[in-house]
């Protein structure tokens, strides 16, 4: 049966001849369920922590599912549903990690078929940044960068705003102006 869907029929004849020559026949029909497809899809490479649904493209008459999973760290939100959501741990490794994640579906004639998927999860980076002891302004506020991670690109910013260089590299400064107001509260914030 070619189909994932439907039943087919085939037709078995028997004929049998005694030695006389006379001939007597029966024909059965015999019912071939269709074998399910079992195919879905997870997008790859992700960054850690990251949750990604499945999309599920399997074929087959009242396919119920079963997904695995090669690491007991990763969660599914339905391990019996069509399109679950995977969520992955945290990697803060050098290196990406590979999961492999497997769904196999049964039709409601009891056939079945498997399928299986590698995912690599990428590294997280970790941003990190000292700031110097707090001074009286007028200051240069340059900020001591100790994030971690492979070709990271950096995104500072301050509030409320400052003039401000490199707020796109490792070393950012910030002019904090001179004031004669209360204290003001600045906010750094990084994004690698």
């Known amino acids: 049966n070619n189909s994932h869907t439907q039943d087919s029929t085939v037709q078995i004849k028997l ?50 599912h079963q997904w695995y999973v090669s690491d007991p760290s990763v969660l599914i939100s339905s391990a019996t549903a069509a399109a679950p959501t995977f969520t992955f741990p945290d990697n803060q490794t050098a290196n990406a990690i590979s999961y492999t994640i497997s769904l196999a579906v049964t039709s409601q004639d009891g056939c079945k078929d498997s399928a299986w998927q590698v995912v690599v999860v990428n590294p997280r980076p ?11 302004s007028p200051a240069v ?36 102006p001179l004031t004669t107001n209360d204290s003001v509260v600045y906010t750094v914030k990084l994004v690698v």
């Open 126 to 136: 970790v941003a990190a940044f000292q700031l110097p002891t707090p001074a009286c």
């Open 15 to 64: 004929v049998v001849t005694a030695g006389t020559g006379c001939k007597d026949s029966t024909t059965q029909t015999v019912t071939v369920y269709p074998r399910p497809l079992a195919q879905f899809s997870i997008p790859t490479p992700i960054c850690a922590t990251t949750a990604v649904a499945a999309t599920n493209a399997s074929q087959g008459k009242g396919l119920s």
């Open 141 to 176: 506020l340059q900020p001591t960068n100790q994030s971690s991670g492979n070709g990271l690109q950096y995104t500072w910013t301050i509030a409320p705003p400052v003039p401000s260089t490199g707020v796109n590299t490792a070393a950012p400064t910030f002019d904090i």
